[in-house]
C-alpha cells in the first residue's frame, strides 16, 4: 500500500470521473513544510499561527512573524496556495502573558478574531507581516471563529488599512492575496449566502463546527457520543457552506480533521468540496481513495444522504454507495 501511495506523489488529485480538488495540508510550524512537499500535498490549507505565540514569554515581534511568514512561502514556491489562518488564541489556547480574565466557558468566550478586533495593536502587527510576506508566494489570509459579517468587515477593514500603510512607507505588498474565513460557527454556515458575497472563499473547521452544532465539548469524554461529525445536521451545514461558495463564484475548503477522514471524504466530494486539509501525511492516502471514487454517482444520492436522520443511516448510505 505505502508503495502505492508513494507513485501518487505528483499526480493530480482527480477522482474516477475525472474530477479535480484540491488536497493540502494542515502545519503549525515552517518545519512542516518538508513534509506538506514529501506527501505531496498541492499548497497549505491551513497554518495555524498560534505556535508563534505560545511557549513564549511575549509577543512574537513583526519581524520574527515575517520570517516565518515568509519561510512557509518560499518553501511552497509561487504557485502553491498558503492559507494563514490569524491568531486563533482563547478556547483551549492559552497565552499566560496576556494575562486574559479565566473563563467559565472559554470556548464561547473571548478568543480569536473577537480577540483581535479588540486587541487590533497585536493584530495590526501581524497583518504587517502577513503582508510584507505575501510577495514570497501564494498567500490567502483567512479569519477563524467569525460568527457576524460584521466581524469579518472589520478585520478585512483593519488588513486594507495596514495594507495602504505599507505602500506609503514604500513596501511591495502583493495586490492579489484572497481573504477569507473559517466557517466553525453555526450561524456563520446558516448565513453563508451572506458571507459568500463578501469572502473569497471558506474554509469549514469541523473541529469546532461540530462542537459549537451538537453543543457537545470536543475535550469533555462524558459527552464525546454526541460529537458526531457525520451526523445529517453536520453534513447539512457543509453543503449549505459549500452551495453558498459556488452560487457567488467562491470555493469551498475544509481543514477540520473531518477532511481528512476515509469515511467523510466520499461524502465531502458528493457534496462538492473544492479543498480538503488535512495531515499530511494523510494526503496520499487520501488521493489514492479519491481516484476510485465518482463524484457524479455519489453526487446524485446527495438529497438522500441529506434527508437521513442518523450518523448510524448516513454511514450506512455511504457504505452501499461507494461499495
Ligand atoms: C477547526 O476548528 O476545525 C480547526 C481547524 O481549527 P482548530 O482545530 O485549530 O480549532
Ligand atoms: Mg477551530
Redesign the pocket.
Known amino acids: 500500500q505505502k508503495a502505492e501511495w508513494a507513485k501518487l506523489k505528483d499526480e493530480p488529485s482527480v477522482t474516477s470521473d475525472n474530477v479535480q480538488v484540491e488536497l493540502v495540508a494542515n502545519i503549525g510550524t515552517p518545519d512542516d513544510v518538508d513534509g506538506v512537499l514529501r506527501n505531496g500535498g498541492e499548497g497549505v490549507g491551513?497554518y495555524?499561527t498560534e505556535f508563534l505565540y505560545m511557549g513564549k514569554t511575549s509577543l512574537p515581534t513583526e519581524e520574527e512573524q515575517f520570517e516565518a511568514y515568509k519561510a512557509v512561502l518560499e518553501g511552497l514556491g509561487k504557485e502553491k496556495p498558503v492559507v494563514v489562518r490569524t491568531l486563533?488564541i482563547g478556547g483551549d489556547k492559552e497565552l499566560d502573558y496576556l494575562d486574559l480574565p479565566k473563563e467559565l466557558n472559554p470556548f464561547l468566550g473571548f478568543r480569536a478574531i473577537r480577540f483581535c478586533l479588540e486587541r487590533d495593536d497585536i493584530f495590526r502587527t501581524q497583518l504587517r507581516a502577513l503582508l510584507r510576506a505575501s510577495v514570497y508566494g501564494n498567500l490567502k489570509i483567512m479569519f477563524p471563529m467569525v460568527a457576524t459579517v460584521d466581524e469579518f468587515r472589520q478585520a478585512k477593514e483593519l488588513l486594507l488599512e495596514e495594507k495602504d500603510n505599507l505602500k506609503q512607507e514604500g513596501v511591495e505588498v502583493s495586490d492579489d492575496i484572497e481573504v477569507g474565513i473559517?466557517v466553525?460557527i453555526p450561524s456563520t454556515a446558516v448565513i453563508a449566502r451572506q458571507f459568500a458575497k463578501e469572502v473569497d472563499f471558506f474554509s469549514i473547521?469541523?473541529?469546532?463546527?461540530i462542537q459549537y452544532t451538537m453543543a457537545a465539548d470536543r475535550m469533555n469524554e462524558k459527552v464525546s457520543y454526541l460529537y458526531q461529525p457525520y451526523h445529517p445536521a453536520i453534513l447539512n451545514l457543509v453543503h449549505n457552506v459549500i452551495e453558498a461558495a459556488h452560487a457567488e463564484g467562491k470555493w469551498s475548503g475544509m481543514?477540520?480533521e473531518m477532511a481528512g477522514d476515509p469515511i467523510a471524504i466520499p461524502i465531502l466530494l458528493g457534496l462538492g468540496l473544492d479543498e480538503f486539509s488535512m495531515s499530511a501525511t494523510s494526503i496520499l492516502p487520501a488521493r489514492s481513495q479519491l481516484r476510485k471514487l465518482s463524484k457524479e454517482q455519489i453526487a446524485a444520492r446527495k438529497d438522500e444522504l441529506l434527508s437521513k436522520s442518523t450518523t448510524e443511516e448516513v454511514v450506512e448510505l455511504v457504505k452501499e454507495i461507494t461499495e
Open positions: 491551513l495555524r486563533d473559517m466553525e473547521g469541523t473541529n469546532d463546527l481543514c477540520g
